[in-house]
């Protein structure tokens, strides 16, 4: 069978993986899950994506696994070692590590908060978003830190922390990242443009262009979401 990646084309978590697949030409389907309801219910009932199952029928989810599955899916082992560190530095794969996972959680939770009007239609208070802006300028920091010693977040070559980092910030550059914003964090901003330039994350952000007014933004709810 054909592996197939299960993914939204509103959600950030999956925007790695497809752009991974595209850039390596990787014989995965990728799959909305809005057209493919019933089939993504009863392969992931967590409703997660991106959801993975491979040619052999093994079943991943979370963004970290599946990242992880698609670069070695390549068998390019330059590419390999060049995206997810030497396999015989476990210092350098464990600071890329950290970077996916903190980025994909922590991170993204919080500009979710900063940046949605609601979720899952229900409204995001002012004091919630306050304390979430609050909570990123501390993280912001650890980002410039990096980026004020390394050309990128873990050395001077893009590895998939930079590109899951740059994912997860894409929320921020097209909802509550203005002009002021980037004026004010332009380590970030500077990196986050080269990132989204690089051959890697082209099929996503080939038409990028950054927001001229903050908006906070609505996401659409899914079929399975609760009416309110």
């Not at 030409?25 to 994506?49: A, G, H, Q, S, Y």
């Not at 530095?89 to 500009?111: E, R």
């Amino acid at each position: 069978m054909t592996a197939i990646l299960y993914t939204h084309n509103e959600f950030i978590r999956t925007i790695v993986a497809e752009c991974l697949i595209n850039y390596f030409k990787l014989d995965v389907k990728i799959v909305e899950i809005t057209k493919d309801v019933d089939n993504f219910l009863t392969e992931f009932p967590l409703r997660t994506v991106p959801s993975m199952i491979m040619a052999n029928g093994q079943k991943f989810h979370e963004q970290v696994a599946v990242n992880n599955i698609l670069v070695h899916e390549s068998h390019n082992k330059a590419e390999i070692a060049k995206l997810l560190g030497p396999t015989n530095d476990y210092v350098l794969q464990s600071d890329i590590l950290l970077i996916c996972s903190f980025s994909t959680s922590d991170l993204l939770g919080q500009l979710a908060t900063y940046g949605l009007k609601d979720m899952k239609g229900v409204p995001v208070s002012a004091e919630r978003a306050q304390n979430a802006e609050k909570a990123l300028e501390v993280m912001y920091r650890l980002f410039e830190e990096r980026l004020s010693k390394h050309k990128f977040l873990v050395s001077d070559e893009i590895t998939l922390a930079d590109l899951t980092a740059a994912a997860s910030f894409f929320f921020g550059f097209i909802t509550m990242f203005g002009p002021e914003w980037r004026a004010k964090h332009p380590l970030i901003t500077e990196w986050f443009h080269a990132i989204t330039k690089c051959e890697y994350m082209q099929y996503r952000f080939k038409d990028f262009k950054f927001i001229d007014t903050p908006t906070r933004i609505s996401g659409t709810p899914l079929p399975w979401d609760p009416k309110h």
